[in-house]
């Protein structure tokens, strides 16, 4: 079983860096064939796929957040974290971390998720 637990502050203000943190248990995030995402969804909308760090610590974003979206990892401590720079009350949402198999090309773990409000 593999679980996927997401961190970070709930509260951030227009302008700041958001740094959320998700740590994984039951299974390596060097292991061959995952990919390590970060999706959102905002409130009333649909999910929103922000990008992903590859078990070989590849990088790719979504275009849209590209220029304010970074993911990095730690494999020491099996986590990998997404930075959002220069928030706006848009980027109010549910973050959710993810892991994706390129096996049967689907996510099959999924974090529950964290709150995460942009507000002066």
């Known amino acids: 079983q593999v679980l996927l637990q997401e961190s970070g502050p709930g509260l951030a203000k227009p302008s700041q860096t958001l740094s959320l943190t998700c740590t994984v248990s039951g299974g390596s995030i060097t292991t061959s064939n995952y990919a390590w995402n970060w999706i959102r969804q905002p409130p009333g909308k649909g999910l929103e796929w922000m990008g992903v760090?590859?078990?070989?610590?590849?990088?790719y974003y979504s275009p849209s957040l590209k220029s304010r979206t970074s993911i990095s990892r730690d494999t020491s401590k099996n986590q990998f974290s997404l930075q959002l720079r220069s928030v706006t009350p848009e980027d109010t949402a549910v973050y959710y971390c993810?892991?994706?198999?390129?096996?049967?090309?689907?996510?099959?773990?999924w974090g529950q998720g964290t709150q995460v409000t942009v507000s002066s």
């Open positions: 993810a892991r994706f198999q390129d096996i049967y090309w689907y996510y099959d773990y």
């Open positions: 760090i590859t078990y070989e610590g590849k990088t």
